[in-house]
């Protein structure tokens, strides 16, 4: 606002003189005149130069203000630089660690805000930790993307202080700032579906999805018939309407179905513009669309016009939606299609998830193991394991497939007794996971009781498992591992040795884990019997008269060999005994062939059931020496005490992997994929298959405080699921979102499978059949878990090939025509995969009836053991203060 200056008093009387009738002569008035305007002229430059005073003071507040506010964005930027990768944040952080301690505050600021001129204070509070649940129907976070959500928030208030010495002044001009940063952790399975990558829907049959959808990139959608979100969905990247695989073609949709959103008002709003064909880009909105779509709606751009159609239910990058990554890990970077010569440009950082503990700290050399993740070597399954088995191969029983000495507790695998065939109710499906029991202790209708243990569990095999368990003192207290550290020399991205500027070697400390051998003690064959029924092999063979090849449909593969390992060492029992079936040309004689991976698979067994069993008895039946006090206690197993509810099955790592190996491959990523190929046979790949699954561990020693009731079972490799896993598998009880009956059932609890690739399989899968007969889906089956594992992105390396979108995340095998899939759960693809590699090939499989949704369990904040975390970060309530509010806030820190 303009204020127009008063005149001084004496200015005014001689303006009344000046009006005087006794004034007399020209001169006397001009001396009058002249001697006013210089009064007044002598008046305005008093006033003017404090006027110009007063707003240079006002201008260098508002340069101190600029500095304060810069000095707490950086103070946020560092933390959230330095918190990125830690899975928690201590409450005293800033005490040890303060800000104003940091490289980048001692060297940044003065960049931007020279010392000559600026002086500053910069300091941060306690962090203080809280869950909160993020209410859709609260409008104050109608653009949260967590809303839906149960987050756990750690806030920390960072404070600055920033004087400005301007020459001008007499005196310095400072001024004082708050900013709230916010950790955001969401847990993985807080999502519905959770894709680290671009997110595809394209449904043939209807779909709904319940629950939160996230994609750390884009997001297409069409559908053939309804596609219907009743949650929110949110992408770093573009919303996309269309086909991917069609981006820019003229035209990219080629379904005509509806795409429905809930539009946060109890109703649902469709992205079609209301006329034009459904088959035409033209037709709809999405983030890609010129403004002239949005102005006959009142908007001229996206954003707006998205955020009120859909109250906030529909956001991407233009409502800056913010990257939840995997703490521990940098951002997922895809394969560029538009480069097909150049293979694997991708970086598949969070695949470390599945990998082993790497417990060495250097390589041969003596620097820095080049693929030890760091920090993320905490948030490894295999860190986070109460149990670790660990699969080998070894032929002479001294030396493992990758050169390593076998472990000495380790223990053969037995391939299982054949289910006789009056005994089936698939002709196909030959599997009895109790096979050993039934074959020693009862018999079958068609077979009576073996006479040696020998003969009731079949042929012996060269792959063997070890037992193993972290280092800590505490199972359920990942704090509490006794971790091992190493100062060496870093290496760079490419695996060579890292210099300071000054060419000084760059050191780095490295912290590793110990893990500890088990012992097992099999001295009886209840025992032998109980654990080869427990853990079995199937090694892919094929009848004698198969010409390999592949069947007609799905991938063309490979044929595995005959099944005569070489050791001569099947005890006697007559191969027609041990397997009574007559397969057609090219049909498995053991295992199963996997047509989307174009191969046979040796696939290691887990019977969950009884394995269910065991794990949860405080001493495991004596499997792993828990009787024996000869053994040392760390090398006995007694699951009250040393398991948590993870799992984690290690198989070999690729050699290619593996420092120091001859064929050793450098990435920039530091990926150690598990081994594709069979040890035993090269045509062959490697799996693992559970079995008997309905019921899982939920052992009543972890529902207690400070424990984590369910379970969750990760493996490098890919994993198959025979049948229903944690469910009852009766369509009447239960829904895709509700557990079943408790009163026939206990209810389900969390439970979660992580792998390379998850296949589930109907109850009556046969691997009989799968090599040059399409295997039919045997039932109804029911899937309670949440899913972590990889996908092979669309057009990778520009081959023209599909993800095939998350309607067919879970990778089926079989013709579900008509036959229902009910899961519930939660969907998270992660990385690619790095072992079932191949693409989509539907020509082998009819997708079910999908019945999905999102489990309440999940919903209510319940989650399995071991959940991965996302992290995003948010800065909140900055004000400027007064000095005395800074003062106090400071004393409070």
């Known amino acids: 606002m303009n204020v127009k200056p008063q005149l001084p008093s004496r200015c005014h009387s001689i303006l009344e003189r000046l009006h005087s009738p006794r004034s007399g002569g020209a001169l006397i008035t001009v001396i009058i005149v002249t001697t006013i305007i210089s009064a007044i002229v002598g008046s305005l430059m008093k006033w003017g130069l404090a006027d110009q005073r007063i707003n240079l003071r006002h201008f260098v507040l508002l340069d101190a203000r600029n500095a304060a506010e810069a000095a707490t964005e950086l103070g946020a930027g560092i933390l959230a630089y330095r918190w990125e990768s830690q899975s928690s944040v201590p409450a005293d952080d800033l005490k040890k660690n303060p800000l104003d301690e940091e490289d980048a505050y001692r060297n940044e600021l003065p960049n931007y805000f020279p010392s000559s001129r600026y002086d500053f204070d910069l300091a941060g509070g306690s962090v203080s930790r809280g869950r909160f649940y993020i209410h859709p129907d609260d409008p104050s976070f109608s653009d949260d993307p967590h809303k ?64 939160p959808v996230h994609a750390n990139g884009d997001i297409w959608l069409e559908a053939t018939n309804d596609l219907t979100f009743t949650s929110n969905v949110t992408a770093t990247g573009d919303m996309r309407y269309g086909y991917m695989l069609h981006e820019g073609r003229s035209n990219q949709v080629n379904q005509n179905g509806k795409v429905y959103i809930n539009d946060g008002v109890g109703g649902k709003a469709t992205p079609y513009r209301g006329s034009g064909s459904r088959t035409s880009l033209s037709s709809y909105w999405d983030s890609q669309s010129p403004t002239s779509y949005f102005k006959p709606e009142g908007y001229t751009n996206w954003a707006d016009f998205a955020m009120n159609r859909w109250n906030g239910n529909l956001q991407d990058a233009s409502h800056e939606v913010p990257v939840l990554n995997p703490i521990g890990y940098d951002d997922y970077v895809r394969d560029d299609p538009s480069t097909p010569s150049i293979i694997d440009d991708d970086l598949n950082y969070a695949y470390a998830l599945i990998e082993p503990n790497i417990t060495t700290p250097t390589n041969s050399a003596g620097l820095q193991n080049p693929v030890h993740k760091g920090l993320g070597e905490k948030e490894k399954f295999a860190y986070k394991a109460g149990l670790i088995i ?92 006794r971790l091992q550290s190493s100062t060496v020399q870093a290496v760079d991205k490419d695996g060579k040795p890292a210099y300071n ?62 099944g005569d390992n070489g050791n001569d060492n099947n005890n006697g029992v007559d191969d027609d005994f041990f397997n009574e079936d007559s397969g057609r040309p090219g049909d498995p004689k053991r295992s199963m062939f996997d047509h989307r991976r174009g191969t046979g698979v040796d696939l290691v067994e887990i019977n969950v059931g009884r394995f269910k069993d065991y794990i949860e008895d405080s001493d495991m039946g004596g499997l792993l020496s828990a009787y024996d006090s000869s053994v040392p206690r760390e090398n006995r197993y007694h699951p009250d005490e040393d398991f948590n509810g993870v799992l984690y099955v290690e198989f070999p790592s690729d050699t290619d992997s593996i420092p120091g190996n001859s064929d050793y491959q450098q990435r920039p990523d530091s990926v150690v994929k598990a081994a594709r190929q069979s040890p035993r046979d090269p045509d062959v790949e490697l ?102 594992q990889g996908l092979r992105p669309t057009n990778k390396e520009g081959d023209g090939r599909i993800s095939g979108g998350n309607h067919n995340y879970p990778r089926f095998l079989e013709n579900w025509d008509n036959i229902e899939f009910r899961y519930r759960g939660s969907m998270v693809a992660l990385f690619e995969s790095e072992v079932a590699t191949q693409g989509t090939n539907t020509a082998y499989y009819n997708p079910p009836k999908r019945n999905w949704g999102f489990y309440e369990l999940f919903e209510q904040g319940l989650y399995p053991p071991g959940t991965p975390n996302v992290r995003s970060f948010k800065k909140v309530n900055f004000r400027f203060l007064t000095k005395s509010e800074y003062e106090d806030a400071v004393g409070d820190l």
């Open 148 to 211: 839906g959500k149960l987050v756990t928030v750690q806030s920390v208030d960072i404070l600055s202080k920033a004087t400005v010495d301007d020459p001008l002044l007499s005196d310095d001009i400072t001024a004082y700032a708050r900013l709230t940063l916010q950790v955001r952790d969401a847990p993985l399975f807080s999502h519905a579906v959770f894709y680290n990558m671009d997110l595809e829907f394209h449904p043939g049959p209807s779909m709904t999805m319940n629950g």
């Open 501 to 562: 500027d000054d060419g000084s070697r760059q050191m780095v400390t490295v912290e590793t884990v110990r893990e500890i051998t088990l012992k097992p003690d099999l001295d009886t064959n209840w025992k032998r019997v109980n654990f080869s029924d427990i853990f079995a092999v199937h090694q892919y063979t094929e009848f004698a008269d198969g010409r390999g090849g592949g069947g007609s449909r799905g991938n063309q593969g490979n044929r595995g060999n005959d």
């Open 687 to 788: 799996g693992l298959i559970l079995t008997n699954a309905s019921r899982i561990p939920d052992p009543s020693y972890n529902k207690t405080s400070g424990r984590d009731p369910g379970f969750t079972l990760a493996t490098n490799e890919p994993i198959y699921i025979k049948g229903h896993y944690n469910a009852d598998g009766r369509s009447n009880t239960g829904s895709n979102t509700t557990a079943d009956n408790a009163s026939s059932w206990n209810p389900n609890p969390p439970a979660a499978l992580i792998g390379d690739a998850v296949m589930p399989l109907s109850s009556g899968f046969g691997f009989l059949g799968t090599r040059s007969r399409r295997a039919r889906a045997s039932g109804f089956t029911e899937f309670n878990a949440a899913i972590i």
């Open 390 to 481: 660990k699969v080998h191969y070894s032929e002479d029983g001294s030396t493992t497939s990758v050169g390593e000495p076998l472990p000495s507790e380790a223990v053969r695998l037995y391939e299982r007794m054949p289910l006789p065939q009056e005994d089936r109710s698939n002709p196909d499906d030959a599997l009895d996971p109790y096979s050993t029991y039934n074959n020693y202790y009862r018999g079958y209708n068609g077979r009576d009781r073996a006479s040696t243990l020998s003969e009731a569990r079949g042929a012996p095999s060269d792959y063997w498992v070890s037992f193993h368990k972290v280092d800590r003192a505490d199972a359920h207290n990942l704090e509490t591992t």
